[in-house]
């Protein structure tokens, strides 16, 4: 690891002035490009105090030997000195997209005597024209098919081409009227590449003007009465209308734009593109990239739009691209968009209409993305093997933890504090396994007591189940000799199942505990294994910030590898055991608030509840109504109206509810607080959703 004070600068000797910059390693390799608008002042900010580095930037700079810098004129020549040196050197900590080389295209070969239409990938060619991509090539050969009894163009191969010229018979095609023949000299070279022009304008978005010329023409047929012809044209008009079909009008205004969405979370980002011509959807394509930089929403949007455009010039750059982000700062971004078209270029976020709406989509489809990317990942079998030897390594752990139990403490300010447990075998969730617990110790909001007395009771009816099978017999060691805990456990023998065949809850101990938290919670988890005389369960903290493992009693973090697949498995461990754990809190929080003095009143079901808050609006004033004008509710007889009576009489009013923001209290005349479509019966608080989440835990 080295120091970077050792290849710091000189002071002055970096220019104030726009730039790209290079970190190489101890073998020269580059490992990290960036461009700035004064060097000076950001290669400043890779040698301050490590401490204050981002993980991913120090491990960086650590990892760097030396620093090196090529000065240009204006940002947008950076720019483009950045993206040539990230594909010339393919740097390690750069966010590098997945490229998509194999996504198929609709090629026209402009660039030939004679050009074809064929399904194209790898790298664009010059002097041809793509359209796509598409997600698959059969999309694109139904397209193509329904396209060539309007435009005949050539689809087949060289050498088919010159055997037909050789023999003179056309291909099938040729016979069938979907192949104007060239081959055999049916069409001149120059009528043979205008067609296959008139092919691009169409795909590129131009329909009406070919549409339109078909109507005239088959109109013109019928009333000279050449009804076989109109009755071709008629046919081709249909053909052309069921091929734009297959792209349904997203935009109105038969907009050319491109659409990038983004969507990411601590360790990767997956991005969307749609493209759209004539107001259509014309391809779609999408990525994903580990984020080995610390990095923002606009910063990925910035190196998409690189990958998306980096080599593309003229109208394959679109005159509007919209993006859920901005690069910071937007204009060289702008300008260089406007080089590579030749034109003015509009970038920017859309806020209302059909634009928005459109964004949206893409931005489901981005999340999808990520969403079956991490699935994939995560249910590899290799994969979920050495990201268990990766832990096993790391902890120093004796084997492989093929059972991985997390715990989450969460709350909303103190009140409704639960706790979840998720299990991990073998890298795969088992959602059956899941418990949940409530904090009955004590009350209020004391994240590492509510883990002690978690680990405390969930291990003690481990005991528990372990004494009752009688593994006990001959001491801390089982019958067999094995360890208590020891794999073989884990497999599903008759003394760990109850009477019915089904597994004891908490009969299989885990060879690894994982909770959500740094040093206090581990320690509070393995102060209660102590007290249970359990020594042969691993423990250790995932805290989320800055994403370090802990182990008891260790005064530094573990921290491991960016990539390390074991780190991967250990937060999709702690994110599944936060997203059970504030799931559980919020229904609970919510059935509480849901619930009413009515629910005690014995034999009052749910229609007569509701037609007694009807009839007098709230609880409270049915709370002040006499029994005679509770019996005039429909349904109520005296006596129930006398029982309704004295439990409201019994029943504690609730605190009434405040609004947050401004101190005002809300009276209560619909008995109960207001809800949110969001959560349900959650109580009226102040501040976005966004804000009120950020107050649970």
């Not at 046919?235 to 990411?264: H, N, P, Q, R, Y």
């Not at 990958?307 to 993006?323: F, I, N, R, S, W």
């Not at 491991?560 to 599944?576: F, I, K």
Request: aromatic share 6%; charged share 30%.
């Amino acid at each position: 690891m080295a120091d970077p004070s050792s290849y710091r600068p000189r002071p002055g000797e970096i220019p104030d002035s726009p730039g790209v910059y290079r970190f190489r390693d101890e073998h020269r390799r580059v490992i990290y490009v960036g461009k700035a608008k004064s060097l000076r002042q950001r290669l400043a900010n890779y040698f301050q105090d490590l401490a204050n580095l981002h993980p991913r930037t120090r491990t960086m700079v650590t990892t760097a030997a030396s620093v090196e810098w090529t000065v240009v004129s204006t940002e947008v020549e950076a720019l483009q000195l950045e993206y040539s040196w990230i594909k010339e050197y393919d740097p390690r900590f750069n966010v590098k997209y997945r490229d998509d080389k194999s996504y198929p295209y609709l090629a026209v070969t402009m660039n030939e005597e004679f050009p074809r239409v064929q399904v194209m990938r790898g790298h664009k060619k010059k002097g041809v024209r793509y359209f796509g991509p598409y997600g698959h090539a059969w999309a694109i050969r139904d397209t193509v098919d329904l396209l060539l009894r309007v435009f005949p163009v050539r689809t087949c191969s060289a050498g088919v081409f010159k055997n037909a010229a050789r023999t003179g018979r056309p291909c099938l095609l040729g016979y069938i009227g979907k192949c104007s023949a060239p081959c055999v000299e049916r069409i001149s070279p120059d009528d043979h590449w205008d067609l296959a022009d008139e092919f691009c304008d169409f795909m590129a978005g131009r329909t009406g003007t070919y549409l339109r010329r078909l109507e005239r023409q088959m109109a013109e047929a019928a009333d000279e009465m050449e009804y076989e012809r109109a009755a071709r044209l008629r046919d081709d008009i249909g053909a052309l209308k069921k091929a734009m079909e297959k792209s349904a009008v997203v935009l109105a205004d038969a907009t050319d734009a491109d659409l990038i969405a983004v969507a990411e979370d601590e360790l990767e980002a997956a991005v969307q593109i749609f493209h759209v011509r004539g107001g259509r959807v014309r391809g779609q394509r999408g990525w994903v990239t580990d984020k080995v930089e610390e990095i923002t929403t606009g910063a990925l949007v910035e190196h998409a739009l690189q990958q998306l455009y980096g080599e593309e010039t003229g109208d394959a750059v679109p005159k509007e691209v919209l993006v859920p982000a901005l690069p910071d700062p937007v204009e060289p971004v702008q300008q260089w968009l406007a080089e590579r078209r030749g034109s003015g270029v509009s970038l920017r976020i859309p806020q209302r209409g059909d634009k928005k709406a459109l964004m949206e989509t893409v931005q489901r489809n981005a999340q999808q993305a990520l969403v079956l990317h991490k699935t994939k990942r995560a249910s590899d079998l290799t994969t979920r093997s050495r990201a268990l030897e990766e832990i096993s390594d790391a902890l120093d752990l004796d084997s492989a933890p093929l059972r991985i139990e997390c715990y989450d403490i969460s709350h909303l300010q103190g009140d409704d504090v639960v706790a979840s447990m998720v299990v991990f075998e073998d890298g795969l969730a088992r959602k059956s396994e899941y418990r949940r617990f409530q904090i009955k110790g004590f009350a209020g909001q004391d994240d590492v007591r509510s883990m002690h007395e978690v680990i405390t009771r969930r291990f003690r009816r481990y005991l528990a189940e372990k004494e009752k099978t009688g593994e006990w017999a001959d001491g801390e060691d089982g019958a067999d000799g094995t360890e208590a805990g020891g794999d073989e456990q884990l497999t599903d023998g008759p003394a760990l199942k109850d009477d019915d065949g089904r597994p004891k809850r908490f009969a299989y101990p885990p060879q690894l505990v994982v909770v959500d938290g740094g040093q206090p919670q581990v320690a509070a988890a393995q102060r209660a294994l102590d007290e249970l005389g359990i020594d042969d369960i691993a423990v250790c903290g995932l805290a989320k910030r800055l994403e370090e493992v802990w182990l008891p009693r260790e005064d530094d973090p573990v921290v491991l590898p960016r990539t390390s697949e074991g780190l991967y498995l250990l937060q999709r461990v702690r994110d599944e055991a936060h997203r059970f754990a504030i799931t559980y809190q919020r229904a609970k929080r919510a059935k509480r608030f849901r619930s009413s003095p009515l629910d005690d009143v014995p034999g009052l079901g749910e229609t007569r509840k509701q037609a007694l808050i009807k009839h007098f609006g709230s609880v409270k004033k049915l709370r002040s109504a006499t029994i005679d004008q509770i019996c005039e509710v429909p349904g109520i007889g005296r006596k129930t109206a006398e029982t309704v009576a004295v439990a409201l009489a019994r029943a504690t009013p609730a605190a009434p509810a405040v609004n947050t923001a401004t101190g005002e209290i809300i009276d209560d005349e619909d008995g109960a607080p207001e809800t949110t479509a969001d959560a349900p019966g959650e109580p009226v608080t102040a501040g976005t959703p966004d804000e009120r989440r950020g107050q649970e835990r």
